[in-house]
């Protein structure tokens, strides 16, 4: 049996999904357990170009199910655009994709208390993506979620729906929104109700069978460690856990039951929305970056910050995850610029710091210190064995791994699936 998780070891967007999906070839279960259409896995693969929010990566292989954990939160709108396109392609859904009841929903009062709280913050708005994510974590956890089981039972829909139009609108109201009805929320839910309710079935016994029939399964995580709600740059992180510790909560999946944990680290970083970024360049090195790498948000299509690898957030999140091994994705991108920097650490005040010594403004007064290696300026794109890279690209993946102390085994080399290489 492989129990493997994905975790993304930076500020997200470090290309899992095309990660998982290489992976998902040889599993039979495909797990999301956190986040919510915030995420976006992009795919390219026979059937074209995806992005995918929420509908795990392995959809896409014959044998493969797929599941959505109790620690996602559901925007069913999203849900239903994704599972209609994908039908479309010809992809299998039913019986391959299982939706946990334990799924809170992301309701129309959340996407406006969202947009709402940004506003009313001004300069000090955190730069969420207006989906609604974090309104609904918030209401998970003070006992005011409604969860997809509630939909399933239109009385208790009705009744809990009530409850919160009271206590939402008051907020709306004072915030300057007009007051939601609840009449229009339960008749677009209610048809909402009709479309998943196929797909929605409690999946902890389906896992647990699954391991203990040695099945492979594979945990898909969503956005990345810098992120984390305790760990990333608060407040500019996420609403949920974004460790490979999460599954126990968001899968039901005792954590000594993992195999594997594999990190995901682009050759540089980038970052979309505020915060601090210590190796962020915002001349033309930056802008060169976005071009090349295509930089864009799946999700919001927002530009994305670019910088140099940063070897000191990459070691912080080796640590607090546990990887087994790493994924270096899009090396690609730095064919053609000569000369290309790693931060290996950071000073403040003359003084060595680590990341974990401070919050996000100590994050955003530290200097990083870099070190230079010579570009190969040369195109790998499509190179599928590691004998075949140029000596300074195996020179810049020999640093990244001597520095972090864990273990290379793939590294991307273009978009599509087979432009991989497996160490």
């Not at 460690?225 to 608060?234: I, S």
């Amino acid at each position: 049996m492989a129990l493997n998780t994905v975790i993304g070891a930076q500020w997200g967007d470090e290309g899992k999904g095309k990660i998982i999906d290489y992976l998902s070839e040889r599993s039979d279960y495909v797990i999301r357990f956190h986040g919510g259409n915030n995420a976006g896995h992009t795919i390219i693969n026979q059937f074209g170009k995806f992005a995918l929010h929420l509908v795990p990566s392995g959809i896409f292989h014959p044998k493969t199910k797929v599941i959505i954990g109790n620690g996602v939160v559901i925007d069913l709108k999203v849900l239903l655009e994704e599972i209609q396109i994908l039908k479309k392609c010809g992809i299998k859904i039913k019986n391959k994709l299982f939706i946990s009841p334990r799924c809170h929903l992301i309701m129309p009062y959340h996407k406006l208390l969202d947009f709402l709280y940004e506003k009313a913050k001004g300069k000090g708005r955190t730069g969420t993506t207006g989906r609604g994510i974090g309104p609904t974590y918030s209401d998970k956890v003070s006992y005011n979620g409604i969860r997809l089981v509630d939909l399933l039972d239109k009385k208790s829909f009705s009744e809990k729906l009530k409850i919160q139009l009271s206590l939402k609108n008051k907020i709306l109201k004072a915030l300057g929104a007009k007051p939601l009805k609840q009449k229009n929320i339960e008749k677009l839910f209610y048809y909402f109700r009709e479309k998943i309710q196929p797909y929605v079935q409690e999946p902890f016994p389906i896992v647990q069978n699954a391991i203990k029939n040695r099945k492979n399964i594979l945990l898909e995580g969503a956005q990345g460690t810098l992120l984390d709600n305790d760990w990333g740059t608060y407040p500019f992180v996420t609403a949920s856990t974004i460790l490979a510790g999460e599954i126990n909560a968001g899968a039901g999946i005792s954590i000594n039951k993992i195999d594997q944990i594999t990190g995901i680290a682009k050759a540089y970083v980038t970052r979309v929305g505020g915060g601090p970024f210590p190796t962020e360049l915002t001349n033309a090195t930056g802008k060169k970056l976005r071009k090349i790498g295509e930089e864009f948000g799946a999700t919001t299509g927002r530009a994305r910050r670019c910088g140099w690898l940063d070897i000191e957030l990459l070691k912080f999140a080796c640590i607090v995850n546990g990887f087994t091994n790493l994924a270096i994705t899009k090396l690609d991108v730095l064919d053609s610029f000569p000369e290309i920097k790693i931060c290996t650490h950071y000073t403040l005040n003359g003084k060595k710091v680590n990341y974990f010594d401070g919050d996000a403004n100590f994050l955003a007064k530290v200097k990083p210190i870099y070190r230079t290696f010579k570009g190969w300026k040369k195109s790998i794109k499509g190179i599928t064995k590691y004998n075949n890279l140029p000596k300074e690209a195996k020179k810049y993946i020999k640093a990244i791994e001597k520095l972090v102390n864990v273990k290379i085994m793939y590294i991307s080399v273009g978009p599509k699936r087979q432009e991989m290489i497996k160490l």
